[in-house]
């Protein structure tokens, strides 16, 4: 970020997903909003953005550039702009969320559970889609039959999906349970997991998103259907290797 970006306390709360300019200017002019502890109610009134903290109803807000979001997605919510069947997911999230344009990077399916990262930032979106970032994804999927050792040498040699000019593999496969497998892939084909356990002879019955790179759902403590702002330290996790 520009650390000498300074801008009008309007533009500042518009940016941060609190309204039209029209409706900030009337929240600062009611003397709702506090920055450094002081009320100011002219919108014309400029700060720096970087470490910036304002109060508005008494709720202490940063300043966000861009926000960067995990969600622990439950089933029957759609990830697509346009949900068609189920809710979508970014009804989950607040109000500022959507004022500020945040969307899915990348998409699980509508029964698919678990970590969904999600951004305001195109260029993290893009960057995290990308097949040239290769960001392992950590599945546990239940199946329908028990895992085989078969299954598992199948899946970690390479299953020919039907569309796909090439054999797909995952990175790792292991057995937790008896119907349970994890399965790490670095790609992001349509319907993936459940398509390469059927074309290796077995049913997904319930799929489970539990890490993306090194960024562990279970290290964000969230239960289905809560969401945090993620920090530095946890974009840090999701670098993955360029190639
Ligand atoms: N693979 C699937 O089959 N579904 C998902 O939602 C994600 C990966």
Redesign the pocket.
């Known amino acids: 970020m520009n650390k000498s970006t300074r801008l009008s306390l309007d533009r500042i709360l518009q940016s941060q997903g609190f309204g039209t300019r029209k409706w900030c200017r009337s929240l600062i002019a009611d003397g709702e909003v506090r920055v450094h502890g002081d009320v100011v109610t002219d919108y014309r009134a400029s700060f720096a953005t970087e470490g910036l903290e304002f109060t508005l109803f008494d709720e202490v807000w940063p300043y966000r550039e861009h926000v960067y979001i995990a969600l622990n997605k439950p089933a029957n919510f759609e990830c697509s702009r346009k949900p068609s069947h189920h809710p979508g997911v970014l009804t989950l999230l607040s109000e500022q969320c959507e004022w500020r344009d945040v969307q899915p990077v990348g998409?699980?399916?509508h029964?698919?559970t678990g970590l969904l990262l999600m951004s305001d930032d195109g260029a993290f979106i893009h960057a995290q889609s990308s097949p040239k970032r290769h960001v392992p994804?950590v599945?546990l999927a239940t199946t329908q039959e028990p895992v085989s050792d078969e299954l598992i040498a199948q899946l970690l040699s390479g299953v020919q999906l039907h569309d796909e000019p090439a054999p797909l593999a995952a990175l790792v496969c292991r057995r937790v349970a008896e119907r349970q497998v994890e399965i790490v892939?670095e790609q992001?084909?349509?319907?993936?997991?459940?398509?390469m356990l059927a074309a290796a002879g077995n049913h997904?019955v319930a799929?489970q998103?539990i890490a993306v790179g090194e960024l562990l759902l279970s290290q964000l403590g969230l239960e289905e259907g809560e969401w945090c702002y993620l920090e530095a330290h946890h974009l840090a996790l999701l670098a993955g290797q360029l190639t």
Do not use: E, M, S
């Open positions: 998409r699980l399916d029964d698919t994804k599945y892939l992001g084909k349509y319907h993936q997991v459940k398509r997904c799929l998103r």
